[in-house]
């Protein structure tokens, strides 16, 4: 396995039966195109903490039988942002797992559109969103999963948690189900709200001050992506941006 900078080139191939690993930093538009060959395993992970511009992070893959493609997006910012990506799961066997840890601040706002075509049967697709919004920050999620006629055997599965820490912060979540296909699983769940008074009271009620029992809450939504990245650097990198910008701790 080999972990890189990703190239700055716009197509990437990983071939046949390969495993690779490459990181992005997302700091105005990103624009890749991902080919995988059967049997490849491929890790994206990309960060956009650029806090004061106009960011696109945009994706379209297709995947051949076999192949598994992880996608770790990760967001701290201030300013707009957009998150479009196009999934194709082209042959039997393919997989696809997308997880997006969101967080905006001021009046910063995020579209984001991922879009997860099931082209063959025995495919498989996962889709969790994790959204923290401040202030007057706002976070649309529209996420979209395809499965076509004989696909059988498919699965499709998406989950969003959201969490809004003012009364002018919003998050919007549309999840998308179409399918053509009888013997499929396919489901979503949502959850979007406050920070839970009870959950606060117990972590208090065991000494906690206010402050810290917040951490806790907030960081549990951050938890998720981080049990996904296996590069200490990065990982603590990650801590610090979510723990500097959104608790105000350096």
Do not use: W
């Not at 990760?74 to 393919?94: H, N, P």
């Not at 906690?208 to 960081?219: L, N």
């Amino acid at each position: 396995m080999t972990k890189t900078k990703v190239q700055d080139k716009t197509k990437i191939r990983i071939e046949k039966g390969k495993q690779d690993i490459q990181f992005a930093e997302v700091m105005d538009e990103c624009h890749k195109e991902f080919e995988l060959e059967p049997g490849a395993h491929f890790t994206y992970i990309t960060f956009d903490c650029t806090m004061d511009r106009v960011t696109q992070n945009s994706i379209k893959a297709h995947l051949k039988q076999n192949a598994k493609l992880e996608i770790y997006n990760i967001v701290t910012s201030k300013a707009s942002s957009s998150i479009m990506q196009d999934i194709y799961l082209d042959e039997e066997g393919a997989e696809v797992e997308v997880m997006n840890l969101l967080l905006l601040t001021q009046e910063a706002s995020l579209d984001s559109k991922i879009e997860i075509f099931h082209l063959s049967k025995n495919t498989t697709s996962s889709l969790s969103n994790y959204a923290i919004a401040k202030d007057q920050a706002s976070i649309a999620l529209n996420n979209n999963a395809t499965i076509k006629t004989a696909c059988s055997q498919s699965i499709a599965r998406q989950s969003t948690k959201g969490l809004t820490l003012s009364k002018l912060a919003k998050i919007k979540a549309l999840p998308n189900l179409y399918i053509d296909e009888y013997d499929v699983i396919a489901n979503h769940a949502c959850s979007i709200g406050s920070i839970n008074k009870e959950d606060l009271f117990y972590l208090m009620s065991r000494g906690m001050t206010q402050e810290e029992a917040s951490k806790i809450i907030v960081m549990g939504y951050v938890q998720p992506i981080l049990d996904h990245i296996h590069d200490q650097d990065l990982k603590h990198r990650i801590e610090k941006e979510f723990s500097l910008y959104l608790l105000g701790e350096k």
